[in-house]
């Protein structure tokens, strides 16, 4: 399934280089687009609390939000004029080529598939995965998975890393982090294998479950923007607040104040 997404937008993708070589003057770039609309609309995560989740009233927060929030203001000014859609690990990148939204800030990781077919901002927080198990599980590391079955969620890189890396290890899909989480305390798996960033939230509001403290993978997230010259500009404006917020320390404050490490 991931792969035949990936396989169309590839397509799309050459479609669109080949579009842009034969007539480079008329395109539109996506920053010249935002511009002109008076909003900047980003694909953020309603399901990866601290990094994106919607608080008790309903809106939109986390880690990945506030830099959202940054990036308006820093095409806008003060009022910010940012969209917030919501979008899951799964259907992120279609979002993208759909152009529902102009960016993905939400919890992604830049890897060499994807950078494939999307261009990454510079990263601005590194996690690892680890492994989400009952608190009674006797489970220690990711080998203990072996013959055992394991949760991931659609279109996340734990779905990629854990294909091959444990002998005789059945993988359940979900859609999303809540599912997945349930799914686990329900029984139907031994553990959750994602990001320390999500899985730890699950673990400090719900003593049945605990997070492992191996991690075993880097994963520097980064924004996500439709591969090619018209994303270019709007890049360039991104790693500005992403290099500007960090040197005045305002990205680690923000981290502070989630409780994130
Ligand atoms: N950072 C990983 C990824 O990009 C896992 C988190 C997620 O599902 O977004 O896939």
Redesign the pocket.
Known sequence: MYKKIIATFLLIMFFCVGCGKQDEESVETTLSQIMKRGQVVIGV?TD?YPFGYLDKNGNYAGYDVELGKLIGKKLFGAGGRVKFVPVT?SNRIMKLYSEDIDMVI????ITKNRAQILDFSNPYYV?GQSLLVRANSPIKSLRDLKGRKAII?F????EQSLRGAVQNLGIIGYRTYGEAYRALKQGKADAVV??DT?LVGYALKDRSVKLLPKRFSK?P?AVAFRKGPESEGLIHAVNTVISEETRNGNLRKILKSYGIK
């Open positions: 995560k990866a690990s939400a919890t992604m990781s996690a969620v279109g996340s890189t734990s994602s990001d999500i994963e997230y």
